[in-house]
């Protein structure tokens, strides 16, 4: 019986142990003064009301430093710089996420166009689209705004 609580309390600890290694999708919320208060003008305008930098002008447009890219707002990794590739759109562009369910893909219909949003799982921020016309493995490209990163090198 002993050996079995011992085993039990060593499964226990290792449960904990890889729990805590993954990153927590509990929401972040805020109030808008909140958000305001946290991030600049810019920022706010494109992670909380869904706004674009223009093409080119981004930080990360044609970074290639290896490292993972951090929702601006919330700091949940939601990009690897391993997925990020030249689309040639003048916005930072990935094939996939760090995990599928850090991102969630909502749809777009603003401006007379179709389109899926992407916001982050955590605080529901704007970072982005997703379009159909990446590379392999995926065959995605998610088209995510610098104002919408941060990020932290390897």
Same mark, same amino acid.
């Given at each position: 019986?002993?050996?079995?609580?011992?085993?039990?309390?060593?499964?226990?600890?290792?449960?904990? /142990?890889?729990? +805590?290694?993954?990153?927590?999708?509990?929401?972040?919320?805020?109030?808008? /003064? $909140?958000?305001?208060?946290? =991030? +600049?003008?810019?920022?706010?305008?494109? =992670? #909380?009301?869904?706004?674009?930098? #223009? /093409? *080119?002008?981004?930080?990360?447009?044609?970074?290639?430093?290896?490292?993972? *890219?951090?929702?601006?707002?919330? $700091?949940?990794?939601?990009?690897?710089?391993?997925?990020?590739?030249? !689309?040639?759109?003048?916005?930072? +562009?990935? *094939?996939?996420?760090?995990? %599928?369910?850090?991102?969630? !893909? =909502?749809?777009?219909?603003? *401006?007379?166009?179709?389109?899926?949003?992407?916001?982050?799982? #955590?605080?529901?921020?704007? =970072?982005?689209?997703?379009?159909?016309?990446?590379?392999?493995?995926?065959?995605? #490209?998610?088209?995510?705004? +610098?104002? !919408?990163?941060?990020?932290?090198? %390897?």
């Amino acid at each position: 019986m002993k050996k079995v609580l011992t085993l039990l309390g060593l499964a226990l600890a290792v449960l904990i /142990a890889c729990k +805590s290694q993954e990153e927590s999708l509990e929401k972040v919320v805020k109030t808008e /003064a $909140q958000w305001k208060e946290q =991030l +600049s003008a810019d920022e706010y305008a494109v =992670l #909380r009301q869904k706004g674009t930098e #223009r /093409a *080119y002008t981004g930080e990360f447009h044609d970074s290639k430093k290896p490292g993972t *890219y951090l929702c601006k707002a919330c $700091q949940l990794p939601v990009f690897d710089a391993e997925t990020k590739f030249d !689309s040639g759109t003048g916005w930072p +562009s990935f *094939y996939q996420p760090v995990k %599928d369910k850090y991102v969630i !893909s =909502l749809p777009d219909t603003t *401006y007379g166009m179709t389109r899926t949003e992407i916001v982050c799982a #955590r605080c529901d921020s704007h =970072l982005g689209h997703v379009f159909n016309d990446g590379p392999e493995p995926t065959g995605l #490209r998610y088209c995510i705004n +610098s104002l !919408s990163l941060d990020f932290k090198a %390897d």
